[in-house]
């Protein structure tokens, strides 16, 4: 698929701005500070719900209006649709599919796809174990958007049985009144099951993108892997690869941590506490790889991400933020012609020498709250 408009109003700098897009290359070229990300956030914005920047809504509104508007005209093979979010900080965000109020924003998931990488995304390989899941769920509903209704149920389900956890805690410190266990038998069912869906997913996700990214770190370091994923339970006994096995384990780990649960009031087992080690070698990325290491690691992961996207059907949009900057010039070279041949690929620099020569397509320059074709 392809973006072949974006709109924006109150979104960040921009007040208003409209930008027809090719599919190809399309190059945002302009000076710090400019709104090239901006742009390309928005995009992103479309695809996930989600800014790769923050994790609220609030700095995406443009400083002293209420709301902002991302508008995008999306073409899919013969397809064309149109896409519009209304972002309302502190209150709920609107979505409207081909001008129809009828959807929820959840339902826009899907048009727009992208793979965004990003200077943020340093955090993949650097960050703590939380950044690694949002990778691994993002893609997950990029692949299959009603995995968005899995991943909610199992924030929602997670918040209750800490509630209960944490009362239970409460009335176990100030000693006499037990609390009633049976209620958390059924939160235990709950979360086992919906987390028993997301933990399949995610393996299965590990599983597919672990060669992947093995290759695309080959192409972009040659000799410097090979690169390793491994996903790491919450709990040892957690082993399996389908539901209903993880399910059984899922239970049957929470009966073994209930007594430090209900102590310290909080939830020890499930997909939330995982963590996908990344491996270079024979080490883990994080604590020792080098910076430009971490940064071939991070970038390939996203490369990786768009080859899946790419071989399972609907090719999403590939954003390059700031990338090439912070690459040497045999990796920008070999980055351009890897991406060269992507149905639509949009990439943000400071000057137009970041830009490899192989990326010949559209130009725009940046400035001043302007958005110009060159
Ligand atoms: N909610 C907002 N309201 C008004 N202005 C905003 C808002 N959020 C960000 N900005 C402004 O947008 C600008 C940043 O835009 P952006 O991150 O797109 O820059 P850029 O062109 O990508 O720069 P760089 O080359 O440094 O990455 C900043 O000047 C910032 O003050
Ligand atoms: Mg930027």
């Keep these: 698929m ?9 979104f960040r700098s921009y007040a208003r701005v409209e930008v027809p897009l090719d599919p190809g290359v399309t190059a945002f070229v302009g000076p710090n500070g400019q709104g090239k990300t901006n742009l390309v956030e928005a995009v992103g914005y479309l695809a996930t719900l989600g800014s790769h920047r923050v994790s609220s809504d609030a700095p995406l509104v443009r400083m002293g209006a209420d709301r902002a508007i991302i508008r995008a005209n999306v073409r899919q093979g013969e397809r064309q ?40 995304d340093l955090a993949l390989v650097k960050g703590d174990p939380g950044e690694r899941r949002r990778f691994l769920d993002e893609l997950i509903t990029a ?6 209704g899995v991943r ?55 599983a597919a993108i672990q060669p992947l990214a093995d290759k695309a770190y080959e192409q972009l370091a040659p ?39 209900i102590e310290r009031g909080v939830t020890l087992v499930g997909p939330h506490r995982d963590e996908l080690l990344l491996k270079l070698g024979e080490l883990p990325a994080k604590g ?16 990786a991400s768009y080859d899946l996207l790419r071989a399972e059907g609907n090719e999403p949009v590939l954003v390059l933020d700031d990338v090439f900057a912070e690459l040497d010039t045999r990796r920008r070279e070999r980055l351009a012609e890897l991406v060269a041949p992507g149905e639509q690929v949009l990439v943000t620099a400071a000057v137009d020498d970041d830009v490899p020569g192989v990326l010949t397509g559209t130009r725009f320059t940046v400035s001043g709250g302007t958005v110009e074709r060159v």
């Design 2 to 10: 392809h973006v072949t408009h974006l709109s924006l109003a109150d």
């Design 81 to 120: 649709q149109l896409v519009e979010l209304e972002l309302n900080p502190g209150k709920a965000n609107r979505a409207r599919i081909n001008r129809s109020s009828q959807v929820r924003p959840r339902d826009v998931l899907g048009i727009v796809r992208t793979v965004l990488f990003a200077p943020e």
């Design 143 to 148: 692949r299959s958007p009603r995995m968005a």
């Design 152 to 206: 909610s149920d199992y924030d929602r389900v997670l918040r209750q049985r800490n509630t209960l956890l944490k009362s239970a805690a409460l009335a176990r410190r100030h000693g006499g009144r037990t609390m009633d266990l049976s209620t958390l038998d059924v939160w235990d069912q709950h979360l086992a099951r919906v987390g028993a869906e997301l933990l399949s997913q995610r393996l299965d996700l590990v």
């Design 223 to 261: 000799g410097g892997g090979p690169v390793a994923l491994e996903y790491k339970p919450s709990s040892p006994e957690i082993t399996g690869h389908a539901r209903e096995e993880l399910y059984e384990q899922l239970m049957a780990a929470m009966v073994e941590t209930r007594k430090s649960e």
């Design 288 to 303: 020792y790889a080098s910076h430009g290491e971490s940064w071939s690691y991070a970038l390939a992961l996203r490369l």
